[in-house]
């Protein structure tokens, strides 16, 4: 479970004109770029006012709405359903067409490369900065509008097919607002903008209209204030309408490069800092051995305590992945004709077997690639017929490319964190889930606890190796299987 903070990335559109110079062909690209950048800024500034303009009906509404039921005794007007059905669909609309824009560019608060120059990245954290506030302010003020109205909250959770808004709006909208990932990478912009101030009052003032407007928006976001830094917008704001006024006299050599501290700090750094290899990476014979033992299907949960992230997951493993299997024994079991499998016949040929869950989202992996580690735990389905493990497998490869989800929610499957990889490919096993905050997660020593050792357990260990070394296999000694148990919990709990 790979924790670290990346968001969407957006689309770059590459041109081909071969009578075009290499330059011109990077003016070109440059300019699809900047484009496509100024199309969603107007298009997120759009969004906004749509925004203000609802937030501006819905006093008025509430107000009506609570003359019609008083006046009814409680009971809701056929004319006040028919407005909530009309007002949730817009505001669906809105939810739902800002959600991207704030994860599209989130990612490049987090890059440390200088690929980007300051001026795209500013921009690029202003439009995913501002469509995330906004789905903040809306989901906010949404809360303190209907908070304690229990019928009218009600109205806002019903599903208005005809409007295509399913059930829970109003309830959704603020678990997603409150959700603790969120909001930490708002603070993180927080952050970025005060240390930056003068590079990106600089940057505001030369850029078009839409950039600076949503600017004004963030600076005045009611969420944004609670959340801090407004002494740092203030003065950018200061000095945006200073440069303004002046024409921007102020020479570009004398502006400061931006500066990543932070996102070196709590972005990539978490993914990226490992203080050695894994004790498995360059062992040949282990490698062989591991190979043979692996069956289409096969749960692999790994450990990589020389990893940063590895320090912030709970439990023994830090990882989970699935085992696809080589082409051979795809065609073996007469996998290869399921649809998802299918697909991707290509990178499995080239002995891409390992389907797991990323920064980067859900990829498939070569053996070899996934060795950088030092525990490994393999977990066999033991009760599923070849027709189902089919099915799973294909289930599992239907989530090829898809985004890593950092709400670490099972619920939702539009995102995928590397344990509701194996959750989503095995419905038919009942795995566990805790709560913790607003969603229902699952880590991978949750799965590792189903292969207890007992014969009614949904998942058999197959095979173990600890701190480098092979210390189980199936049919061997168990001691190497009580240290598993030992490891994980197992023991204790059914002691």
């Known amino acids: 479970m790979k924790r670290i903070m990346i968001g969407i990335s957006c689309a770059f559109v590459i041109i081909t004109a071969p009578a075009f110079s290499a330059d011109r062909t990077q003016s070109d690209l440059a300019h699809v770029v900047d484009s496509a950048r100024h199309n969603d800024a107007v298009a997120v500034e759009k969004l906004i006012q749509r925004s203000l303009t609802l937030r501006q009906k819905i006093p008025t509404f509430v107000d009506e709405a609570d003359?019609?039921?008083?006046?009814?005794?409680?009971?809701?007007?056929?004319?006040?359903?028919?407005?909530?059905?009309?007002?949730?669909?817009?505001?669906?609309?809105?939810?739902?067409?800002?959600?991207?824009?704030?994860?599209?560019?989130?990612?490049?608060?987090?890059?440390?490369?200088?690929?980007?120059?300051?001026?795209?990245?500013?921009?690029?954290?202003?439009?995913?900065?501002?469509?995330?506030?906004?789905?903040?302010?809306?989901?906010?003020?949404?809360?303190?509008?209907?908070?304690?109205?229990?019928?009218?909250?009600?109205?806002?959770?019903?599903?208005?097919?005809?409007?295509?808004?399913?059930?829970?709006?109003?309830?959704?909208?603020?678990?997603?607002?409150?959700?603790?990932?969120?909001?930490?990478?708002?603070?993180?912009?927080?952050?970025?903008?005060?240390?930056?101030?003068?590079?990106?009052?600089?940057?505001?003032?030369?850029?078009?209209?839409?950039?600076?407007?949503?600017?004004?928006?963030?600076?005045?976001?009611?969420?944004?204030?609670?959340?801090?830094?407004?002494?740092?917008?203030?003065?950018?704001?200061?000095?945006?309408?200073?440069?303004?006024?002046?024409?921007?006299?102020l020479p570009f050599a004398t502006?400061?490069?931006?500066?990543?501290?932070?996102?070196?700090?709590?972005?990539?750094?978490?993914?990226?800092?490992?203080?050695?290899?894994?004790?498995?990476?360059?062992?040949?014979?282990?490698?062989?051995?591991?190979?043979?033992?692996?069956?289409?299907?096969?749960?692999?949960?790994?450990?990589?305590?020389?990893?940063?992230?590895?320090?912030?997951?709970?439990?023994?493993?830090?990882?989970?992945?699935?085992?696809?299997?080589?082409?051979?024994?795809l065609r073996d079991m007469g996998a290869l004709d399921t649809p998802f499998v299918r697909k991707h016949i290509d990178q499995i040929r080239e002995g891409k077997v390992i389907l797991e869950a990323l920064r980067e989202g859900v990829v498939l992996n070569s053996v070899e690639h996934f060795m950088n580690i030092d525990d490994v735990a393999v977990l066999r389905p033991n009760r599923l017929e070849t027709d189902a493990m089919r099915t799973s497998l294909d289930l599992a490869m239907s989530h090829f490319g898809k985004k890593y989800d950092f709400d670490f929610n099972v619920n939702t499957t539009e995102t995928i964190v590397c344990s509701e990889l194996v959750y989503a490919a095995y419905p038919q096993i009942d795995f566990m889930t805790k709560k913790v905050l607003s969603s229902f997660t699952i880590s991978p020593d949750d799965i590792a606890i189903l292969a207890s050792g007992d014969r009614s357990a949904p998942l058999e260990l197959t095979f173990f190796a600890h701190d480098g070394k092979k210390v189980y296999a199936k049919g061997a000694k168990e001691e190497g299987a009580k240290l598993y148990r030992t490891l994980v919990g197992i023991e204790k709990r059914y002691r």
Do not use: C
Request: no cysteine; aromatic share 10%; glycine share 6%.
């Open 67 to 249: 003359k019609a039921t008083a006046s009814r005794k409680g009971a809701i007007p056929a004319a006040l359903s028919a407005t909530i059905a009309s007002s949730i669909g817009e505001a669906d609309a809105i939810r739902t067409t800002l959600f991207p824009y704030a994860l599209r560019y989130r990612h490049v608060l987090y890059r440390t490369d200088d690929s980007l120059n300051d001026r795209d990245r500013i921009e690029s954290i202003l439009i995913s900065m501002a469509a995330a506030l906004t789905l903040y302010d809306n989901a906010h003020f949404m809360e303190g509008q209907f908070g304690s109205k229990s019928a009218l909250r009600e109205k806002l959770n019903e599903a208005y097919p005809e409007y295509g808004v399913e059930g829970n709006f109003y309830k959704d909208s603020l678990m997603r607002a409150s959700t603790l990932t969120y909001r930490s990478t708002m603070l993180d912009a927080i952050r970025f903008f005060e240390e930056n101030r003068q590079s990106i009052a600089y940057h505001i003032a030369q850029a078009d209209p839409s950039i600076r407007s949503l600017y004004e928006y963030i600076d005045h976001s009611p969420m944004r204030s609670k959340l801090g830094g407004d002494n740092a917008f203030t003065q950018i704001s200061d000095q945006v309408g200073s440069l303004l006024s002046r024409a921007i006299e």
């Open 255 to 329: 502006v400061e490069k931006l500066k990543f501290n932070l996102s070196k700090g709590v972005g990539n750094t978490m993914g990226m800092v490992r203080w050695r290899n894994g004790k498995l990476r360059e062992d040949r014979e282990f490698l062989l051995e591991f190979s043979n033992a692996l069956k289409p299907g096969d749960i692999l949960l790994e450990k990589t305590p020389f990893a940063l992230t590895d320090k912030t997951i709970p439990g023994h493993f830090g990882h989970a992945a699935i085992y696809i299997g080589t082409f051979e024994q």
